[in-house]
């Protein structure tokens, strides 16, 4: 089980991006079962959660991006999506998802970059 990630780019502070990944070789069942969820590595940083939606499009969101980011998801194709609104330069940074607890392999992953 592979999430293949896309949509990354660079955009100006203020700008919007919408990411999307497909989580390759899952059947439907396996991934409806999982809360998934988008992750980001800055510079320098750790790895950290930034949103997380469960089968019935439950949702969270770290402070950071509560009210610019949504996530939602795409059951019956196995994809995820996360739209960014008003970025800004503090959100560049690798962009992954995976389920809420990182137990998928964890794929290459989408640049985003906000100059500052």
């Known amino acids: 089980v592979q999430p293949v990630e896309s949509g990354g780019g660079l955009v100006q502070a203020g700008g919007s991006l919408r990411l999307s990944c497909r989580v390759s070789g899952a059947i439907t069942s396996f991934f409806n079962s999982k809360v998934m969820g988008w992750y980001r590595q800055a510079p320098g940083k750790q790895r950290e959660l930034v949103a997380t939606?469960?089968?019935?499009?439950?949702?969270n969101y770290a402070d950071s991006v509560k009210g610019r980011f949504t996530i939602s998801r795409d059951n019956a194709n196995k994809k995820v999506h996360l739209q960014m609104y008003n970025l800004k330069p503090e959100d560049t940074g690798v962009y992954y998802c995976?389920?809420?607890?990182?137990?998928?392999?964890w794929g290459q992953g989408t640049q985003v970059t906000v100059p500052s």
């Open positions: 995976n389920d809420d607890i990182g137990e998928l392999s």
């Open positions: 939606i469960t089968r019935l499009s439950s949702t």
